[in-house]
Each structure stands twice: as C-alpha cells, then as structure tokens.
C-alpha cells in the first residue's frame, strides 16, 4: 500500500511563474490536506478538501493560491504569480475519514524554490 | 485561537540515555494530539495518536501521555539511539480538519 505521493520532489520557479504540486493520497482517503512549511516555521495548515469539495480553506492566502481534489486523479495546489516568499515545503497530507481517531498520513513533500 | 509549544527546542543527549519532550497547548478543547517524527528534508511520520478521552499511547520505546485539563503532554524515549535524531513534532487536532503544530525538538543523540 503505496503512501501519500507528491511531486514534483523538488520545483524551482522564477518569480512570476505558476507552480503546480500534485498528491496523490494513500489508497482508500478521501480525505486531503495541504500544509507549508516556511523556512524555520512550524507548519502550518493550508486546506482540507475531499473529492469535489473544499471543505476548509482558512489557512489559504487570499490570492494567488487555489487547491483542487478532482473526482480522478491527485489533488492540486496550484500558486499563481509566485513570489519570494513562496519558497517553502508543501506537504499533503490524507487520512481515511475526518474523524478524530484517524491518523493523518504525510507525503515527503514538495520542495518549492522561487528564483 | 490554538498555539502548540514545544520545549526544548534542541536537544542533544548521549546514546542509552531515556528522555522527555514537551508539548503545551492554550485551548483545551481538542480532539485528539499527534506525535511525528520529521527527518532533514522528508516528510512526517506519525508515531502515535492520543484521543482526547485517553490518557497515553505506547509504542515499542516511545510512550506518549495527554494531560487535557492541563493542556500538556510528553513523548517519552526509552533508552534512546542514534536513530533516533530527527525533528519531534507535536500537533492538537479537532476532527480531521486541521492540525496545529508546534515548532518541533530537534533531537541529537550522540553515539
């Protein structure tokens, strides 16, 4: 049972470029969330979405950023425009339902690094 | 608004040694607390999940205790390993939404 998988691993964009990450959850979830992790930060939550549906979006920069979970196929999170401060660790995240006594399971991340 | 803390920081300790990490959080209402493990440049690994209603969780070297009222808890590391430095990360949930996470312990265990 293959993990949560992510890529690009590694994604250098100049400033301006759009960069997109890709999850695909570990078989049986239904259940995605996307995380950054800033350079010397904590991570901190981004969104929560299940097929078709963005259920919590609280953690989301209001511009630029947009994150998708199709009926096939990985959830996306794609940043427009991307800026300096983009640089970071994105990691997915999925788990079987949403309930509490579920462990959340990580992807090894996707590294993203604007030049 | 949930803030997880985590204390020390760093710490550096010499092989067979047993030591304690700590985890506090403002808001007692959570529904449950995770450890993870995080290695340089990979992603997290999950070592054990308390439910609110419990009170610690064991695995092999690792025993994990939640004090809710108090808001704390402890990740216990029994007779600790070189294999065993990597970033502890602690992290109160609500439902599966969404977990905050505290600044994690880098730990080095010295052969």
């Known amino acids: 049972n293959a993990g949560v998988m992510q890529n690009p691993r590694h994604l250098v964009r100049r400033r301006g470029q759009e960069a997109r990450l890709r999850c695909s959850p570990m078989k049986g979830h239904s259940h995605v969330y996307w995380y950054r992790q800033l350079p010397e930060e904590g991570l901190k939550f981004m969104v929560y979405?299940?097929?078709?549906?963005?259920?919590?979006e609280s953690g989301m920069p209001k511009e630029r950023f947009s994150a998708e979970f199709p009926k096939e196929g990985p959830s996306i999170l794609r940043i427009q425009q991307v800026v300096r401060g983009d640089s970071a660790a994105y990691f997915c995240?999925?788990?079987?339902?949403?309930?509490?006594?579920?462990?959340?399971?990580f992807g090894e991340g996707s590294w993203l690094t604007v030049v | 608004k949930q803030e997880v803390t985590q204390i020390p920081a760093a710490l550096s300790v010499p092989e067979g040694e047993n030591l304690v990490l700590n985890c506090s959080f403002t808001?007692?209402?959570?529904?449950?607390l995770q450890w993870f493990r995080q290695d340089p440049g990979k992603g997290l690994t999950s070592l054990l999940l308390?439910?609110?209603?419990?009170r610690e969780q064991t695995s092999g070297r690792l025993n994990a205790s939640l004090d809710k009222s108090s808001g704390r808890s402890t990740l216990y590391i029994a007779a600790s390993q070189p294999g065993d430095s990597a970033t502890y990360l602690c992290?109160?949930?609500?439902?599966?939404?969404?977990?905050?996470f505290g600044e994690g312990t880098q730990l080095t265990v010295n052969p």
């Open positions: 995240a999925s788990s079987f339902t949403g309930s509490s006594g579920n462990t959340i399971y």
């Open positions: 979405l299940q097929k078709e549906n963005i259920i919590d």
């Open positions: 808001d007692s209402a959570i529904y449950n």
């Open positions: 992290a109160v949930g609500r439902s599966g939404s969404r977990l905050t």
């Open positions: 308390i439910q609110s209603s419990q």
